[in-house]
Structures are given as C-alpha cells and as structure tokens.
C-alpha cells in the first residue's frame, strides 16, 4: 500500500477531478469511487490510509459509511475526513459522533485541506511507533501526553502553543499563513484574530530558546520553521 494512499467518495465529478489534480500534485495516490458501495467493494481488495468522504452522497448517509468502517476491525483505525456541502453545525456533531477524524465544509480551501491530511498522516506515523517521543534534533514532542522537552528539560507549553509547534514540526520549511492557523489551530474561532497568532508565537519562540529562532517571520504572510 502507497504509504499517502488516498481513498476518495465524490459523486460530483467536477469537484471530484478537482481534488484528484490538488491532492496528486502534493504527492497523493488518489483512488477515486463514485458511491459509498463501489467503495466497500475497493475495500476487498486495497485499504486506504485516508479516506476523504464528499457529501452528499448517493444511496447512503454518510455517518452511515463512518459507523460500517468504525465496526470493521480492519478498517475501525482509517483517518477519515468528511467534506460537507451542506456543512450545518449539527451535521459535523453527528460526523464527530460517528467516527470522523475532521469535518470541513464545501467549498474545502486546498491549503487547508493538505495541511490536516498532513496532520493526520503525522499522528498515524508517529501512533505507529512503539514509543510517544517525536525527535526533532534537540526538540521531542509526545503528542499524546502534550508534552514537549528540549535538550531533555521539560518547556511547558500550553495546548494553544503545543498545536502551533505540532503545525510548524508538520509542515516544516513550509510558509503558514495566518489564516491557515487560525483554522488549524483554532478551528476558525470567529472571535481570535491574527494579532493573537502573532502573540502566541512570539510566547512559543522565547519559550524554546535557541530552537524558537528557527520559526522564521515571512513578513505579511506568515510563519515557517527553518530546518536545522
């Protein structure tokens, strides 16, 4: 199995080409189905590692699809990412409830999009190995206890600025905008602005020392953490 193999259910066939070239010009294999049932079908013969789920579909509800692949043991781990057309609050609590790791409306902004299938892809990596402790040079992060050290001290980092340095260690060598940010780590709260991103990075840098200098300023558009 491609290890950025894609599964992807759209009924729509222009937003489905669409995807398809966004998703394999950032290095996806992307198989493409066009109902919920020809997709168990696929299933008997390759297994994804993210199935991205474009609503409405036909013949089936998509919590539907999320309840069978979370009572499969085989396919109960899958990252599965809902895109909505309706995308109504309530729709993405049931999403939520069924089993979907994120739910994003339609029209899905693609840097967005790439950016939380990295995040996925990051955490299943790293889910698979027999410890918690990312390693980035002097830096380890435990992304399930929240905990960061640098030079084997413990930097206490509140869970604001442990997801910002979770999104600069993704996406290293990457530009973040602001706007990317404030939806990937604050869910696109309507009441935080781009001032807080700049404070809350500024925290995040004194707080790592030497390491916090390598999150670059790219003036008026954004952030990146310089590789060592």
Request: net charge positive; glycine share 10%; aromatic share 8%.
């Amino acid at each position: 199995m491609s290890p950025r193999a894609l599964a992807l259910i759209e009924a729509d066939e222009r937003a489905a080409k669409n995807l398809e070239r966004v998703l394999a010009g950032r290095g996806y294999e992307v198989w493409r189905y066009e109902t919920p049932g020809r997709f168990f079908d696929g299933l008997l013969k390759r297994v994804p590692q993210i199935v991205l789920l474009g609503l409405p579909l036909p013949g089936m509800e998509g919590t539907d699809v999320l309840r069978v692949l979370r009572g499969n043991p085989e396919t109960k781990r899958l990252c599965v990412v809902v895109l909505d057309g309706q995308g109504r609050p309530a729709r993405a609590v049931d999403g939520f409830d069924a089993g979907a790791d994120e739910y994003l409306p339609k029209p899905v902004d693609s840097d967005l999009l790439v950016a939380r299938l990295t995040s996925l892809l990051f955490r299943v990596a790293h889910e698979a190995q027999p410890t918690q402790w990312a390693r980035f040079g002097e830096l380890a992060i435990d992304l399930e206890g929240h905990a960061c050290r640098l030079k084997d001290k413990e930097v206490k980092l509140t869970p604001i600025e442990f997801e910002l340095l979770r999104q600069f260690l993704q996406l290293e060598n990457r530009v973040l905008t602001r706007g990317s940010l404030l939806q990937s780590v604050w869910r696109g709260d309507p009441s935080v602005g781009p001032r807080i991103v700049d404070k809350h990075v500024e925290t995040l840098r004194k707080k790592l020392g030497a390491f916090g200098k390598r999150v670059e300023t790219v003036f008026g558009v954004g952030y990146r953490l310089r590789s060592a």
